[in-house]
């Protein structure tokens, strides 16, 4: 599976911006999605994940309420909505992919077979 995140960009303080995965390769149904971000100096940090077959989705505690995850199996891709926007939201995010992932195990990065490249998103104050 070969996954493309985009979307990010330089917002104000408020702001909204959604990010899309576009995967290829392989059908995304059949794998969970996640999404991890990354700010300079800090550890990747997980946010959300989707698994479509049960309809499973997990989110960061803080970050509920103001991100939401979705995907369009049709498009093969995974978005993430992400409103009300911090300075502190400032980072790279990243979408991974695995196949056949368990609930409990999909904040985990290091569970995830497949990455995209990271788009950078910009907060500012």
């Known amino acids: 599976v070969q996954l493309q995140a985009s979307g990010g960009g330089l917002v104000q303080t408020g702001g909204s911006l959604r990010l899309s995965c576009v995967a290829s390769?392989?059908?995304?149904?059949?794998?969970?999605v996640g999404w991890f971000r990354q700010a300079p100096g800090k550890e990747r940090e997980f946010v959300a994940a989707?698994?479509?077959?049960?309809?499973?989705?997990v989110y960061a505690e803080a970050l509920k309420g103001r991100f939401t995850i979705s995907r369009d199996n049709a498009r093969n891709t995974v978005y993430l909505q992400m409103n009300s926007l911090k300075p502190e939201d400032t980072a790279v995010y990243y979408c991974?992919?695995?196949?056949?992932?368990?609930?409990?195990?999909?904040?985990?990065?290091?569970?995830?077979?497949?990455w995209g490249q990271g788009t950078q998103v910009t907060v500012s104050s």
């Open positions: 390769g392989r059908t995304i149904s059949d794998y969970a």
């Open positions: 989707n698994r479509w077959r049960s309809s499973s989705t």
């Open positions: 991974a992919a695995k196949r056949g992932m368990i609930v409990s195990a999909m904040s985990q990065y290091d569970q995830y077979d497949y």
